[in-house]
């Protein structure tokens, strides 16, 4: 399994990213894809997801429609794009790959790309 993600980088407070993660070494069509992030000091958590089944989505709570998760089949792609990007979103992106979106298994990591939002 790789995973491979890009598109990171330092913005300003209210700004846009759009990540992009590659995926290889599995069967990609058949798991959910998610959007997992780790700020220093505390704990991963979910950013959004995308099923495999019927391309359906959940979000963090924190979310509150900001962002947009996107996959690619064709290309074994999943993109998130963020808008309206707060300072407390600063933190290590990962995709993940998981059986379902209610999941909160992941299943593999790549090493992530660092998001950094000023003030």
């Known amino acids: 399994v790789q995973l491979v993600e890009s598109g990171g980088g330092l913005v300003q407070s209210g700004g846009s990213l759009t990540l992009s993660c590659a995926a290889s070494?599995?069967?990609?069509?058949?798991?959910?894809m998610a959007w997992v992030r780790q700020a220093p000091g505390k704990e991963r958590e979910l950013v959004s997801g995308v099923s495999s089944e019927d391309g359906s989505t959940r979000e963090g709570d924190f979310v509150q429609g900001r962002f947009t998760i996107s996959r690619d089949h064709s290309k074994n792609t999943v993109s998130l794009q963020m808008n309206s990007l707060k300072p407390e979103g600063s933190a290590i992106y990962y995709c993940a790959p998981r059986y379902s979106c209610a999941s909160p298994v992941s299943l593999a990591w790549g090493q992530g790309t660092q998001v950094t939002v000023s003030s």
């Open positions: 070494g599995f069967a990609f069509a058949d798991y959910s």
